[in-house]
């Protein structure tokens, strides 16, 4: 069991590209964690404090949504009740973290994950439906304990959300997503931890001025298979807009 607090410090640039709404994005997590668990009979703890992987993100609009700013965003938004937008973006987890070569449990990952998605919004008057694809995959980490080499299969994910917005500028939502695969081999030994998850969330939005508000959120998921994580997470955080 693992008991982990995150800090993340998040910044969002949207911008024009080819007269369709671009955005890149770069989050920078830090952690402090505590593990406990058993190894070979004998009740074992260790803990890790420090800075975990950097992710960076592209998104682009494929259809829906012209590129506006300002005012103009705003009336477009408000005059706006039906609309569908397709998406694509690509994600890249960087081997920024802190890792130990010698040691199993670690903030940092030693490789890097390349993430493609495709997405489909629905916008029907305070309703919004979403469902995105995304494909993990990972480099070789050819300093994984020891001096071994850790390579992971491809790791696929689909999840659905609905939102609803209340006039006040509150809004909720609910969503629900699956993982497949992700299967892994040391040294070229394959290791019997195919993954098969479930994910559900529930968050909720409270504008405190037209530029800033808070979100909290909860998170939870559980394995199907042999091997996963089963886990809560409670998230609170601070958001702005210029």
Known sequence: SVEMDTWLL???????????????????????????GVVDG???????????????????NLVGAPPLAGKAYADY?????????????????????????????????????????VGVHRQYYNWSFETTGTAWIYTDNNSFFNGNQLEQDPYYTMDGSVE???????????????????????NGVERDNRREDFGWTASAGFPVTRSLGFKVAYFETEHWAKVGM?????????????
Do not use: C, M
Request: net charge positive; no cysteine.
């Open 230 to 242: 089963a886990s809560q997470t409670v998230s609170v955080g601070l958001v702005g807009s210029w």
């Open 42 to 60: 004998t009740p074992t703890k260790v803990s890790r404090e420090g800075w975990s992987d950097t992710f960076a993100r592209f998104a682009v």
């Open 10 to 36: 998040g910044y969002i640039r949207t911008f024009e590209l080819f007269d369709r709404t671009a955005r890149v994005e770069i989050r920078q997590p830090w952690q402090s964690g505590i593990w406990n």
């Open 77 to 117: 938004r408000a005059a706006t009740h039906v609309e569908t937008i397709v998406g694509a973006a690509l994600s890249v987890r960087l081997p920024t973290g802190q890792y130990l070569e010698d040691k199993l449990i670690n903030l940092g990952s030693n490789r890097f994950t390349f993430s493609p998605q």
């Open 164 to 186: 609803y917005k209340f006039r006040s500028g509150i809004w909720v939502s609910a969503g629900a997503g699956i993982g497949l695969g992700g299967q892994s081999a040391v």
